[in-house]
DNA sequence: CGTTGGATTGGCT
DNA sequence: GCCAATCCAACGC
C-alpha cells in the first residue's frame, strides 16, 4: 500500500473546481510517532473568491488568510464552536480559493485515528470534514502547512484507476447550492460522509421568473 | 458593542 | 427529525 507520487504544486495550482475531482482517489498522509495515518480521500468540495459561500469572498482576513496564499498549503478553520475542517490551497497565489476534504477510507493508522475520535467504527473515522481533522490530529497548528514540500502532512498521488465513478452534488450546508454543484464523490463508496447536499432556498408557491 | 448563525457532529425524541 | 454544544467572524446599530 504505497501510493504514487507526491501531488506537485502545479496541480494544485489550478482553479478548486478542477482540482476538487482529481482529488479523489489521492492519498492524504501524516507523520506520526508510530507509524503514520493515511486515507484515501473520497469525498470533496471546491471554494473559489467568487462564490458568497466561500471564507475568501469577502477578502482577505486573519482567518482566511492561508487561503489567499500560494497552493499546496493547508487551510484549517474552526467552526461551530467546537471542529476543525481541512482544505487545500489552490489556483494562483493572490487568489483566495480552495479544496475542502470532506472524507476518506481510512487506511493506515487506523488505531491512533480510532483513539482521536473515541470510536473504533471505520466507517466513522473519517467520514466527514470535522471527522477527518479528528482523526488525523489536525487542528489550528496546521493552519498554514505545506502539503506539497513539507514532511508532517501530504498528499499522494492515488491508486492508477479511480475504479469508481464521480458523483458531483451540490455542496452540504451552502444555501442555494444548486447554483454551484461542487461537491464530489465516489459514487457508492462507504466512507463518504453522511451531508445531504444543499438544496435552493425556495420561495414556496413561487415559480421565479 | 450586541446579535446571529455557521463548509458539523452526536445524542435524544 | 430536532437540537445542544461552544467559539468566533461578520454584520447591524
Redesign the pocket.
Known amino acids: 500500500m504505497a501510493g504514487g507520487a507526491r501531488l506537485p504544486r502545479s496541480f494544485l495550482a489550478r482553479p478548486s473546481v478542477a482540482v476538487a475531482p482529481e482529488l479523489l482517489g489521492c492519498l492524504l498522509v501524516r507523520a506520526a510517532p508510530r507509524g503514520r495515518l493515511l486515507a484515501r480521500i473520497v469525498e470533496t ?1 471546491a ?1 473559489e473568491e467568487s462564490d458568497p ?7 482577505r ?4 488568510e492561508v ?1 489567499f496564499g500560494p497552493a499546496g498549503c493547508l ?1 484549517v ?7 476543525f ?3 487545500i490551497v489552490t489556483g494562483r497565489e493572490g487568489e ?1 480559493s ?3 476534504l ?2 476518506a477510507e481510512p487506511l493506515e493508522g487506523l488505531d491512533s485515528m480510532a483513539r482521536h ?3 473504533d467504527d471505520p466507517r ?1 473515522l473519517c ?8 482523526a488525523f490530529g489536525v487542528g489550528r497548528r496546521e493552519n498554514g502547512l505545506d502539503v506539497v514540500r513539507g514532511r508532517d502532512v501530504f498528499l499522494l498521488a492515488g491508486e492508477p484507476a479511480p475504479c469508481s465513478p464521480v458523483r458531483v452534488t451540490s ?5 442555494n447550492g444548486g447554483e454551484r454543484p461542487w461537491r464530489f464523490l465516489l459514487e457508492g463508496d462507504p466512507f463518504v ?4 447536499p444543499a438544496r435552493d432556498r425556495g420561495v414556496r408557491g413561487s415559480r421565479g421568473s
Not at 53 to 59: E, K, L, M, P
Not at 127 to 134: E, K
Not at 193 to 196: E, K, L, P, Y
Request: hydrophobic fraction near 25%.
Open positions: 468540495e471554494y459561500a466561500s471564507h475568501s469572498y469577502r477578502g482576513t486573519s482567518r482566511n487561503m487551510y478553520y474552526f467552526t461551530y464552536g467546537m471542529h475542517c481541512m482544505n483566495g480552495a479544496v475542502l470532506r472524507a475520535r473515541g470510536t466513522l467520514s466527514g470534514p470535522a471527522r477527518l481533522c479528528q455542496r452540504v450546508g451552502i444555501r460522509s453522511g451531508g445531504r
